[in-house]
């Protein structure tokens, strides 16, 4: 009888021991390392995350990671497939049409892949939405994380600049860059995600002083500075008086003011030190 008890006790100590290897991070990894980047696969990593309640912060972190390279490669393999069937030099022009449509149509980020699809100079290629990866560890990010998440999905969807040409407002740039100045000084941040962040505020901060190559902030021919650009230096300054870019600005406005808004070599030589500074 007393055999029979520890064989059977040592069975369900087995069991168990069993199921603690079978965790959400070791079940999500099994699927990453088959490496069939499926729709499919992706949805059921989803799943697991989602409802999953036993992920370490480190797991969680390195997950993402992982997670973010595996929904890479399908986009790398979608990608892949149908630039090879684009340059199928037997495909009719009304089926090449019909594809061109349907690559069209895909444009936007799925809500099952969070990959959006689209055709640059005759080649197809892809975005990642960085919202789709962080909802599917929502459960876990505190609020400066998923914050984050969001500034990217916002110049992802709409970028402040494309090809060295402002495509925002300037007042739209200075409210991105007030967002992720109140985001950097959250209780919740930690020191990588502030690392993350300063390549945001550093664009921002260089489009509210210099404009870009191709929509400079002072006039090609008059060389004084844009009423958009000054308004949204000024209104910046004006609404978050403590900020530190708000100290950077005020500087810049010192030296604007004694060239009257126009282009000088001192207006060029602070954007160059801030270029070298940041």
Known sequence: MRKSLLL?????????????KQNTNDKVMEII???VYTVASIDSISSLIKSSDDLTKEQVNSLRMEVGDFIREYAEHLCD???????DPALTPQETRELLTAINNMSEPSDETG????????YVTYDISPIFIADIFRDYLNEAEYEFAQIEQQEMESP?????????????????????????????INEDLKISLKPYINTYMI??????DNTPAFDWDTHMMSQDVKDAILNYISEHPESECTAVLKEYVTILEKSRYYESHA????????????
């Open 81 to 87: 497939s149908l630039n090879d069937k684009l340059n």
């Open 8 to 20: 059977f006790f040592s069975i369900i100590l087995i069991m168990a021991g069993c199921d603690t």
């Open 115 to 122: 990959v959006g699809v689209f055709k640059v100079e005759g």
């Open 267 to 278: 207006t060029r030589a602070f954007y160059f030190n801030y270029l070298r500074n940041n």
């Open 207 to 212: 489009i509210m002083i210099y404009g870009a």
């Open 160 to 188: 402040s600049n494309i090809d060295a040409e402002v495509t925002i407002s300037y007042q739209e740039v200075a409210d991105r860059l007030w967002r992720c100045e109140r985001l950097m000084t959250s209780d919740s």
């Open 33 to 35: 390392n088959r490496k």
